[in-house]
C-alpha cells in the first residue's frame, strides 16, 4: 500500500509504503549502469515498482541492495540492451513481464530464498543461455523462459520440493506437467515422458530445433499456444490411445475433430484446409505459420481463438464465413502481406490488436451489426487510407485505427461515417478528416423467398417485391 505521492531522488521517482520503505517507481536518467541506492533519506529500498525500467534502452547493467524483496510486474520490460543483473538473495518475488525481451541479458542468477517467478518474466530473452532454480522456489508462472532462443538447460535444486529438471527441461516435481523445454536445445525430436497430463502454456515456444514432437496417451490437457513460433516443427504425433487429441497429418486436433489445435509452422504446404464439421480454432493455432498463404475455414467453424492467424507473413487474403459469431484478440497480428478481410455480418466485436500491424492490408469492410471496435484493432495498418463505419458501431478503442509508430497519424486517412455515431465522434477527437453518409432508409422485410429454379452452376432466387425499394 502507498501512503504518498511519488517524490524523486536524483534520477530516482519513488513512493513511501505503509511500513515506512521505499518502492522506486520510475528512472529518468540516462545512465548505462544503474545503482539502485539502498537508503532514500533514511528509508529501505524494498521494491522496485510496476514499469519502473520499463524501455529503459540505456542500461546495460543493475545492481539492486540487499534489502530489495520485490521486483514488480514490468519492471525492466524490454530493457534490450541490459547485459547483467545482480538480484540479492533477499528478494522472493519477481513479477510478471519482469525482464521481457531483455534480448542481451545474458546471465542471472536466481538468489537462494525466491519464491515465485512470474507470467513471462525472462519471456523471449534471447541470450539467456543457462538457468538455475534454487531449492525455494514455489511458483514459476506460465512463459516465464518461453522463446528464450538461446537457452539450453533449466537446472532445478535436488532440494526443490515443486520442479524438477529431466535432460534440461523442466517439469513439476510429480512429473504430471511439462513447464518449458529450453528453445535453444537442439535436438530434432522430442518424446514427452509418459505419465505426463498437461503441456503448459507455449512449453516449446520457438523451438526451432525441433521437426517433430511425441505426446503420450497420458496427456489431458494442452494450454494454449504450446508450439508457437517452432519454424521446423514439420508434425505433432499422438499415440494412438489417447483418448482426448488426435494428429491428422501432423496437424493436432482434439479426438472429435471439432477443434484444430495447432498447425506446425514447420509444414511446407502453402494452404491448409480446416476438417469440414471443425467448430473452433484454438488460440494460436497457426501462429508463426510463415509458408501459409490461404486457409479454407468451413461454415462448421463458429469460433476463433486470440493469435489464431498472429505472424502468418505470407497469408494474403481469408474469409471468415458467416458462421463465425466471435473472435478474439490479436488474431491477425503481423500478417504483413495481408491485403483484403472479410468480415462477416455475424460478428458484434473487432477485438484489440486483431490487424495489428497489417501493413499491406489495403481494404475492409466492416458489416452492419460490429458495435465495438477495440483499442488498436487496425494500429499500424499503414496502407490503409480510408475507413467506412457502420452506424451500428457504438464504441471505438483507443488508437483503433489511423495511427502508427507510437502516436503518429497516417497521412490523408480518411473516416466514412454517419451523423452522431461514433465514427464521426472518433474523427472528431482525434482530428481526422472524415465525410458523412447519407442515412440508409429502413426497408420493409422481403417475404416470399423461395428457390425458383436450379442449374449446374447457378441458383434463381424469386421473392415478393418490396413497394418501399426505390
Known sequence: ?????????GDFEYDVLDDGTVEITDYNGSAEKVDIPEKIDGRSVTGIGYSAFEYCSNITSVTIPNGVTSIGNHAFFECEYLKSITIPNGVTSIGDYAFFECINLTSVEIPDGLIIIGFSAFNGC????SIALPGSAVSIGSYAF???????????????????????????????????????????AYEIIDGVTSIDYGAFNNCTSLTSINIPNSVADIRDNPFGNCASLT???????????????????????????CYPAGKEEKNYTIIDGATSI?????????????????????????????????????????????????????????KSITIPGSLTIIGRMDFYYCTSLTNVTIPDGVTEIENLAFYSCTSLTSI???????????????????????????????????GEQYAKD???????????????????????????????????KDVNAS
Not at 155 to 167: D, Q, R
Open 235 to 261: 508434425e505433432i504425433k499422438v499415440a494412438s490411445e489417447n483418448p482426448n487429441y488426435v494428429s491428422v497429418n501432423g496437424v493436432l486436433y482434439n479426438k472429435d475433430k471439432t477443434t484444430i489445435i
Open 282 to 338: 484454438a488460440n494460436s493455432a497457426f501462429c508463426g505459420c510463415e509458408d501459409l498463404t490461404s486457409v479454407s475455414i468451413p461454415d462448421s467453424v463458429t469460433s476463433i481463438g486470440n493469435g489464431a492467424f498472429s505472424g502468418c507473413i505470407n497469408l494474403t487474403y481469408i474469409t471468415i464465413p458467416d458462421s463465425v459469431t466471435s473472435i478474439g484478440y490479436w488474431v491477425f497480428m503481423s500478417c504483413t502481406n495481408l
Open 430 to 464: 482525434n482530428g481526422f478528416a472524415y465525410e458523412l453518409l447519407a442515412d440508409k432508409p429502413t426497408l420493409a422485410k422481403v417475404t416470399g423467398v423461395k428457390l425458383g429454379g436450379r442449374a449446374a452452376d447457378a441458383l434463381r432466387v424469386n421473392w415478393n
Open 126 to 129: 534471447a541470450s539467456l543461455k
Open 1 to 9: 500500500a502507498v501512503c504518498a505521492g511519488a517524490e524523486t531522488y
Open 146 to 188: 518461453s522463446s528464450c532462443t538461446s537457452l539450453t538447460e533449466i537446472k532445478v535444486s535436488t532440494e526443490n520440493s515443486n520442479y524438477v529438471s529431466i535432460n534440461g527441461v523442466l517439469y513439476n516435481r510429480d512429473k504430471t506437467i511439462i513447464k518449458c523445454y529450453p528453445a535453444g536445445k537442439e535436438e530434432k
Open 388 to 422: 467506412t463505419i457502420p452506424a451500428s458501431v457504438k464504441t471505438i478503442g483507443n488508437e483503433a485505427f489511423g495511427y502508427y509508430n507510437g502516436e503518429k497519424k497516417l497521412d490523408n486517412f480518411k473516416i466514412y461515417c454517419y451523423s452522431g455515431t461514433a
